[in-house]
């Protein structure tokens, strides 16, 4: 899977791949739910509201970068389905690092070779950090690597 395929599957599967998170009480779940929320509906701007604003990751130098990204993945695919598991999260006073893994399952556009080009299936595992900004917990920080070997056409 080429490194831009990788990145673009990252992004969005930190927006979708947790719709599972629904303790209300705890706001780091709260953040998470919204972002499923906002994949569900394919609203990047929304996924942009719950990234800090000094966002960035190995990919992205900003979180104006992550969003662009996020906006092209969800043109590329039809359908996006995601679940997760292994949720755990580490609290700080200042900072909540949440780790889990993502299983994807996705339909590509029959646009050119694009359906060609995209994977339908990964599994995902994701770091985040967490920040307290603007009355609640937004994403700072995000890191995942695709699981070996889980990868499908």
Do not use: Q
């Amino acid at each position: 899977m080429t490194r831009a395929v990788r990145t673009i599957l990252a992004l969005l599967l930190l927006a979708a791949a947790l719709p599972g998170c629904r303790k209300e009480a705890d706001p780091v779940r709260a953040t998470l739910d919204a972002l499923a929320a906002a994949a569900d509906d394919r609203d990047a701007d929304a996924v942009e509201g719950l990234l800090a604003s000094a966002y960035a990751d190995a990919e992205h130098g900003d979180r104006t970068a992550a969003v662009l990204t996020i906006r092209r993945y969800f043109a590329a695919y039809e359908s996006i389905s995601a679940s997760f598991s292994d949720l755990e999260i580490d609290w700080k006073p200042d900072l909540a690092r949440a780790t889990f893994t993502a299983s994807f399952n996705g339909s590509p556009r029959k646009f050119g070779s694009l359906d060609a080009m995209l994977p339908r299936t990964a599994k995902v595992k994701f770091e985040m950090n967490l920040v307290p900004e603007e009355g609640g917990w937004k994403v700072s920080w995000a890191g995942w690597s695709v699981v070996p070997g889980s990868e499908g056409p």
